[in-house]
């Protein structure tokens, strides 16, 4: 358990901020400039930690508990996650309703820290998010049934565990699993804000969904925030590797494996948001809606 719990800390600490990096550079490359660094997330969060905070004194300590459980939030669901062969530190019956939950504490926190402002630009924003956070939810409660069904477990650990044996991929549910693998993918590019849903990169009213919730904080809270959101991707990611790769290797290559997996992930985002523009926000539910039966109709060919 000491040796699973440490290789979790390392990933989630050690690699979660290089991703965000991986994607900036890939759409600089797309785009002919050579960008910035890939390591650039990791010299923002060293700035950000050193600097000092402007809080408004309208704001209640909601203000400030919002990025502090938005940071802790993805450290305790990741350790229900199995990250590749490394099996997660904890692990009991249910705890998939857990991992859901814990992130939606962290929605919620980062909601009322928006609301807490009173700033009319940040209520919509929150509005925004809690809308297509509902939308959301389905597809990944049906996701984790398609693989109840398909392990015949109910926790993470023996869930994923089945599926990365490898043969399963082969198996008549191969197909099923492809189909969540799809659904999972743009859950990823909707929950870690990523374009076509939303872009972390603009201040433009009119498609401004996350962005506009964080516009306060400042110093070390905006860099909890960026750490947090930078953890939250890697797990959203570790959810699509475990089902797409198999890892029976020796433990070294199978976490090489995973390394690249999740590299090669957050490539494919940089090039999905190169050549593809944001949609429109009336477009979203009908998307996350269609995830959702898309899902559904993996369940069903499983049932059938």
């Known amino acids: 358990m000491m040796e699973s719990l440490a290789i979790h800390l390392l990933l989630l600490f050690g690699l979660s901020p290089l991703l965000s990096g991986i994607i900036a550079k890939t759409k600089a490359l797309i785009a002919g400039r050579q960008g910035p660094p890939v390591t650039q997330l990791y ?33 305790l669901a990741a350790m229900l996650v199995p990250f590749g062969a490394t099996a997660a530190p ?38 925004r998010e809690a809308t297509f956070s509902v939308l959301v939810e389905p597809t990944v409660f049906v996701a984790f049934i398609v693989l109840i069904r398909v392990s015949g477990a109910f926790s993470l650990n023996n869930m994923f565990g089945a599926v990365t044996t490898g043969w399963l991929l082969f198996s008549p549910a191969g197909f099923s699993l492809a189909i969540i693998a799809c659904c999972l993918f743009i859950v990823l590019l ?11 990169n603009t201040h433009l009213e009119l498609t401004m969904i996350h962005e506009v919730m964080i516009l306060d904080h400042s110093g070390s809270d905006y860099g909890l925030i960026l750490y947090g959101a930078a953890m939250k991707l890697l797990l959203s990611g570790t959810l699509i590797l475990n089902l797409l790769l198999p890892f029976q290797g020796p433990l070294i290559l199978d976490m090489l494996i995973f390394c690249g997996g999740i590299a090669a992930l957050a490539v494919l985002v940089g090039l999905v948001e190169s050549a593809m523009a944001r949609l429109r926000l009336l477009r979203l539910p009908q998307l996350l809606i269609g995830t959702t039966l898309l899902s559904f109709f993996a369940l069903i060919l499983l049932l059938r």
């Open 90 to 127: 904890l692990s009991f019956p249910g705890d998939p309703i857990l991992f859901i939950y814990l992130l939606a504490v962290a929605r919620f926190f980062t909601i009322l820290a928006a609301l807490d402002t009173g700033s009319s630009f940040e209520h919509m924003g929150a509005a």
């Open 190 to 200: 909707v929950e870690n804000c990523r374009i076509p849903f939303d872009d972390p």
């Open 43 to 75: 010299l923002d969060l060293w700035k950000l930690f050193r600097k000092d905070m402007v809080i408004s004194r309208t704001t209640t300590w909601i203000f400030r508990a919002g990025p502090v459980v938005g940071f802790t939030v993805p450290v």
